[in-house]
């Protein structure tokens, strides 16, 4: 069930799940020390803004253990990238107890954004789309960073699709923009040979 920003004030409480590429500081500090709004984000850490999302950084009083930052590094991969997802969202969704979920889709942990220092296709960024609906949770979607246009229409393409459960071409669909990404015209973007920096 896809959702709008008035019900999801409406539940009392909501799990905010971060995969831009950037921390979610903003989110994480509004809802620190509260217990109503958990907030989990997946992003690079280290000398990269904004500099913050610490593993350390679990909230304060009634929010203690209520944020949840899960830092990497350059050039993770699908697999890498999903070893943490899946377990880590699979024990919150066991644990915190959330009326709705809002997924932030940013499409700069892309791979081959040009901000971004990711490795992640298309498909597998929409891999959490996907994991997060097999749990049959109110669930909306948001977009964020990107700053590799192309990539982030192909990405909220496919990523519509996957929240719709319609199965799409690798092809680009013809619409009036279609030339803008030639040659081949693929819906799924290559991956970078780029190393990935993230121990097992």
Request: charged share 20%.
């Amino acid at each position: 069930m896809l959702l709008t920003w008035k019900y999801v004030y409406l539940v009392q409480r909501v799990l905010y799940v971060d995969i831009n590429i950037h921390h979610g500081d903003g989110v994480e500090e509004a809802f620190y020390t509260t217990d109503r709004v958990m907030m989990v984000s997946f992003h690079k850490f280290g000398d990269y803004f904004p500099g913050t999302g610490d593993i350390r950084d679990i909230g304060y009083s009634k929010g203690k253990y209520y944020s949840l930052n899960v830092p990497l590094d350059d050039g993770i991969d699908d697999e890498s990238y999903q070893s943490l997802f899946k377990p880590i969202i699979g024990k919150v969704m066991e644990v915190f107890r959330r009326g709705a979920v809002v997924l932030q889709c940013g499409a700069d942990s892309l791979s081959g954004d040009r901000l971004g220092c990711f490795n992640l296709s298309i498909k597998g960024h929409a891999e959490c789309v996907k994991y997060m609906r097999f749990y049959n949770v109110s669930l909306l979607l948001l977009g964020g960073g990107g700053y590799t246009i192309r990539n982030v229409a192909r990405s909220w393409c496919y990523e519509t699709r996957v929240a719709l459960g319609v199965d799409l071409q690798d092809k680009m669909p013809q619409h009036e923009y279609y030339e803008y990404f030639g040659p081949g015209y693929p819906l799924h973007v290559a991956l970078s040979n780029m190393e990935n920096k993230n121990s097992r």
